[in-house]
């Protein structure tokens, strides 16, 4: 973005693809996918992961991506296009992910550089974590307090690497977009397939890695009845995209006016659909192998997210010994960071970008406030509470903000804002009109198929939540938090949106 009225673009479709591909893939890719997989059948969870793909994922994609591409602006800019009454729904996103989801995200990346340099240290010294992977997470790591209250000191290993994370951030996001994000991703990306590819050919030949393929693999047919694993697959889809986040809309409006958008959405999703299907080798091949070692089998060692990649796979590596554990350690730890930092790049982008469009402040400036801002919310989560707090704000912002959100545009676009003028753009844009058995799966999904879902997915929370409070917290903890870190974030889209525009 530069600092006058001109937007600046990306200096070639592959830095834009790298971008946005980089924004998709993150850590929920290696651990969340691949578990969930296991979870709800195997490989027949395939099918309605596969489903949720084509009829939200990749429509959702293309909306959001036709909308920053055709209004030429952040999300609050393009949703301001469409009506003014609508800039708070472009604002809302890019401020709770801005100032909720990466202040916890670039706390667990910190987690990651702890963990990589710990296991390259094993190497010579021998693993922290060898008599007890678990309680050295829990308690001598994280020292993980009592109560969700009880917030103690800050964990001075995790606050120093999560500086570490937020310089590298502010770095990146520091220089105009074509030589921060799209340099960076020109590097972050290649280096991720290089890192993943090297560990799921390694841990493929680990005694007892069929035994994990198997069971990530193995299909249960009789699970595709039940609601939950439907809701599994709609929701990875939409976390996995970054969809209502904002970013895409923001990438797709530093795009030159001819471009191919379908096209790009289904490259985008594809990707990320793939890198998460191949990470998941990596991951169950050596649970396949821990599970040999010890006698067990690979359901009783799984388990789902930060108990996944800092209990259990620091447990396996010690299994191997020093050197080979702590080398495989050291790639799969990195492998987290980089995937970690191409995501969170592309969320301070997003803020950024919307910043920048309204009040035409100096780039390196508000990148420099707002990564400072952003690196003090982030001490509660470096605090002996962290984890309490990461999970209940992770659970609201994820489960009703995001999807809130994409319901939201749909409705919008599909209804209120004439879905046929973004349908002509993707014509137009790509240079022929887009083929009527195209046009007539997007208008559906966009009018009826994908709202209907993520309605569903809220309604089907929301039950769930009113009769068992989430994860077991005090009712105080999840109202307080989880609830009013969504209120608040909302009260200030709708102040921003309220403030004139600089520049128009």
């Not at 939950?228 to 923001?250: E, K, N, Y």
Request: charged fraction near 10%; proline fraction near 3%; aromatic fraction near 16%.
């Amino acid at each position: 973005m530069n600092d006058s009225n001109d937007r600046s673009q990306w200096k070639s479709s592959y830095g834009f693809l790298l971008a946005a591909v980089g924004s998709a893939v993150g850590l929920g890719n290696i651990w969340r996918f691949s578990f969930l997989c296991h979870k709800n059948g195997g490989g027949a969870f395939l099918i309605p992961y596969f489903v949720a793909l084509f009829i939200v994922g990749i429509p959702l994609l293309v909306l959001e991506f036709a909308l920053g591409h055709k209004k030429q602006g952040s999300a609050p800019a393009a949703l301001e296009k469409v009506g003014k009454e609508w800039e708070w729904l472009g604002w809302w996103p890019v401020i709770f992910v801005m100032f909720g989801i990466v202040l916890y995200y670039n706390v667990i990346i910190g987690w990651c550089v702890n963990y990589m340099v710990m296991a390259f240290r094993s190497i010579w010294s021998g693993f922290p974590w060898a008599e007890d992977s678990q309680s050295f997470f829990y308690n001598d790591f994280l020292a993980l307090s009592d109560t969700v209250w009880s917030l103690g000191s800050l964990r001075w290993q995790i606050l120093l690497a999560t500086i570490l994370v937020w310089v590298v951030n502010w770095s990146i996001c520091f220089r105009h977009v074509e030589k921060g994000v799209e340099a960076a991703c020109k590097i972050f990306m290649p280096l991720l397939l290089l890192l993943t590819l090297t560990l799921v050919f390694w841990s493929l030949t680990l005694p007892g890695a069929m035994q994990g393929v198997k069971a990530y693999l193995y299909p249960d047919w009789t699970l595709l009845s039940k609601k939950q694993v439907w809701q599994d697959a709609f929701g990875q889809i939409f976390f996995s995209l970054s969809l209502g986040f904002g970013i895409m809309i923001a990438y797709a409006s530093y795009l030159p006016r001819k471009v191919n958008i379908i096209r790009y959405a289904l490259i985008t999703s594809l990707a990320d659909t793939l890198y998460s299907f191949v990470a998941g080798f990596a991951v169950f091949s050596i649970l396949g192998y821990m599970a040999q070692e010890i006698g067990a089998t690979v359901h009783g060692v799984v388990t789902e997210g930060p108990g996944l990649a800092f209990v259990v796979y620091p447990k396996a590596l010690t299994l191997m010994g020093n050197l080979t554990g702590g080398l495989l350690g050291t790639i799969f730890f990195l492998t987290l960071c980089v995937a970690g930092l191409s995501s969170s790049i592309s969320i301070i982008e997003a803020f950024t970008a919307a910043a920048l469009d309204k009040f035409k402040i100096v780039r390196a400036r508000l990148v420099t406030i707002t990564c400072s801002i952003g690196f003090v919310g982030s001490l509660v989560f470096c605090s002996r509470a962290g984890l309490f707090w990461l999970d209940i704000v992770d659970h609201f912002l994820n489960g009703y903000g995001l999807m809130t959100v994409g319901l939201v545009e749909c409705l919008l676009v599909g209804w209120y804002y004439e879905h046929g003028r973004m349908r002509d753009h993707l014509g137009q844009s790509s240079g022929k009109p887009i083929g009527a058995l195209v046009a007539s799966w997007w208008d559906w999904s966009i009018k009826f198929i994908a709202p209907g879902s993520l309605f569903l997915i809220i309604f089907w929370s929301l039950r769930g939540e009113i009769s068992h409070p989430y994860g077991g917290y005090p009712v105080s903890a999840v109202v307080i938090i989880g609830g009013g870190w969504v209120l608040l974030t909302h009260f200030a889209a709708v102040f921003f949106s309220h403030l004139k525009w600089k520049l128009r």
